[in-house]
């Protein structure tokens, strides 16, 4: 366990993190996630983030489960949702609970190797489209989450000192 001011700025830097987190994943809503060569292709208008969502609603209503990216994007993406919004209000609860706290390193950790090996791995055809700042805006908000796990500290618990009778 670290000494208490030390766990005390660790905490505050994770948090300072998991706003950062949160401020990317917003930011990836607003920005453009991919910039088409060809704007026929996109129908005139580059899609934002937020547009993900409707895409991820059309593939739910009708899902394909022979396409394994799509598959593991999904719940990846929503469990992404819910970790960069829930995480920067829930360092007090990760500071006192270890098992919630692996519990959010191992959700974190999964979701950054599941949607960030899917988005990276996906072969890009620069003469098609190429990423735009959503996408990396995106990335960086998976980072930065699973960065503030690892910065989360247990403060050390007073000493007790024994009774003397």
């Not at 917003?26 to 996109?42: G, K, M, N, T």
């Not at 394909?64 to 993406?77: A, H, Q, R």
């Not at 072969?123 to 098609?128: L, W």
Request: negative net charge; hydrophobic residues 50%.
């Amino acid at each position: 366990m670290a000494s208490a001011g030390y766990a005390r700025w660790m905490n505050r830097t994770a948090v300072i993190v998991f706003v950062l987190g949160l401020l990317a994943f917003v930011a990836f809503h607003l920005l453009v996630v991919d910039y088409y060569v060809d704007p026929a292709i996109a129908g005139g208008a580059e899609p934002r983030g937020w547009e993900v969502w409707e895409a991820m609603w059309e593939f739910c209503k009708s899902p394909d489960l022979g396409e394994m990216p799509e598959t593991l994007v999904l719940p990846s993406f929503v469990c992404s949702a819910l970790l960069a919004v829930t995480s920067p209000f829930l360092v007090p609860v990760f500071r006192k609970s270890r098992p919630l706290w692996w519990l959010g390193v191992l959700v974190s950790g999964l979701v950054l190797l599941s949607l960030g090996g899917v988005t990276l791995a996906t072969p890009v055809d620069p003469e098609i489209s190429v990423p735009g700042p959503g996408t990396y805006c995106c990335l960086g908000a998976l980072v930065l989450n699973f960065l503030g796990f690892l910065f989360v500290r247990r403060e050390q618990r007073p000493e007790l000192e024994p009774c003397h009778d």
